[in-house]
């Protein structure tokens, strides 16, 4: 049973399904910030808003398709916020599934995100735990995700997969592996990234506070497309994740944004060495290609 089955099969426990949509949406303005960002300044924005599960060789990205669901919103709010989504990942490259698809994604909405919270993580423990060590958070973040005070919370599964095949290398939930490296993997791994698994998204309707569906389904995008630290203060950079912070910025992604996730998603992993230095050097990649973004250059050829 995978966290995806899992996870719907709670939410149909709780709601009556809703119809599934598939509005079409134009990409969204980025909103555009009078900072410009040298690679220094660009390390030092990915390092405080990223997170990534321990002994990882990668922040994690999306190396598979997705498919969006959404449970207790109304129809129009559901469809405003799926839309949003998935313009945001197709701009990045990421495959978006259609209609019908099984859910590895999943936002629900409740009027007590922390109850709700507790109320599955007590009830479904090891289903949060996918494997030891390397997939997700520890067991202090799985508390976190529980009893904070917070308006969002994520819970991201994440996993080491063959670079090439796209296929889960260790096991998860007691299962084996799916595939073994496909190019031998050598003895530094350079064959392997962090792929995303499945993200869990609860909504506390009662913090909202006038959040516009926009700005709301930018933020959700952040966090479903990247590894964000749940308790990042973005050191003062304008980026959406302090939507909730006052003063900050509420009519969606910035150019920070825009820039780290496009980073994430082109910069390189696979190279010749040991966890860290993958991990630093896919770091300092994001760095380069963000300093590029926020100057407004062409990629190299």
Not at 227 to 246: C, F, K, Q, V
Request: hydrophobic fraction near 45%; glycine fraction near 8%; aromatic fraction near 6%.
């Amino acid at each position: 049973m995978s966290f995806a089955s899992f996870a719907t099969a709670v939410l149909l426990a709780v709601t009556a399904p809703q119809a599934v949509q598939d509005p079409t949406s134009p990409l969204p303005d980025v909103t555009v910030s009078g900072v410009r960002g040298t690679e220094t300044e660009a390390r030092l924005f990915l390092e405080e808003i990223s997170t990534e599960p321990t002994h990882s060789l990668s922040l994690a990205r999306w190396t598979t398709p997705i498919c969006l669901a959404t449970e207790n919103l109304r129809e129009e709010a559901a469809a405003a916020l799926t839309a949003r989504i998935e313009a945001r990942a197709r701009a990045v490259g990421v495959v978006v599934r259609p209609p019908g698809c099984s859910p590895n994604v999943t936002i629900l909405a409740t009027s007590d995100g922390r109850a709700t919270a507790t109320d599955l993580v007590e009830a479904y423990h090891d289903r949060f735990i996918a494997s030891p060590g390397l997939a997700q958070g520890d067991e202090g973040d799985l508390r976190r995700f529980a009893e904070a005070q917070a308006a969002v919370r994520w819970w991201t599964i994440s996993a080491l997969m063959d670079d090439f095949s796209g296929k889960i290398l260790i096991p998860m939930w007691g299962s084996p592996a799916t595939a073994v490296s496909s190019r031998g993997g050598g003895f530094f791994g350079q064959d392997r990234r962090e792929g995303m698994v499945t993200s869990l998204v609860i909504l506390d309707l009662s913090r909202m506070n006038g959040v516009t569906d926009e700005a709301l389904g930018d933020y959700l995008s952040m966090v479903i497309l990247a590894n964000i630290e749940p308790e990042t203060r973005a050191g003062g950079y304008p980026t959406i994740l302090n939507l909730w912070d006052s003063g900050a910025v509420s009519t969606g992604l910035t150019e920070w944004d825009m820039a780290y996730l496009t980073a994430l998603y082109e910069a390189d992993v696979r190279m010749v060495g040991a966890p860290p230095i993958r991990s630093l050097y896919q770091r300092t990649e994001m760095a380069r290609i963000m300093a590029r973004e926020l100057a407004g250059d062409d990629p190299a050829p």
